[in-house]
């Protein structure tokens, strides 16, 4: 899988997150204590921005319930059976990077 520059760190509010459309669906972007995270943007329970919520103590709170996602494996703390999918990510050259499948990097690769 292709790694695809998202968006540059500079760009990423403290204790925040960035929505980043991309084809194959948008992407929740967030640096926490100098680490990138890349997940769904989709919440599974109504569908919430989680590029929009705040991060405390490693989870992303959904703008719309509060439902919390652990920024490093998804997973929801509080609702068990609530997951939303995490991509491999890095910076380099200032930007954060997700290794994204090619469908998701096609038509639209920058």
């Not at 403290?14 to 204590?33: I, K, Q, S, T, Y």
């Not at 569908?47 to 319930?65: A, I, Q, S, T």
């Amino acid at each position: 899988m292709p790694w695809t520059p998202l968006i540059d760190v500079a760009q990423l509010p403290p204790g925040r997150g960035v929505v980043v459309d991309r084809p194959g669906g948008a992407l929740a972007v967030f640096v926490e204590n100098g680490i990138p995270h890349v997940l769904a943007n989709t919440c599974p329970h109504r569908d919430g921005d989680l590029g929009e919520g705040h991060v405390v103590n490693g989870c992303v709170y959904c703008p719309l319930h509060a439902w919390p996602f652990d920024l490093r494996t998804g997973e929801s703390p509080t609702h068990p059976l609530a997951k939303v999918r995490v991509f491999p990510a890095r910076i380099e050259g200032g930007k954060v990077e997700a290794e994204l499948e090619i469908a998701q990097v096609a038509n639209g690769a920058s």
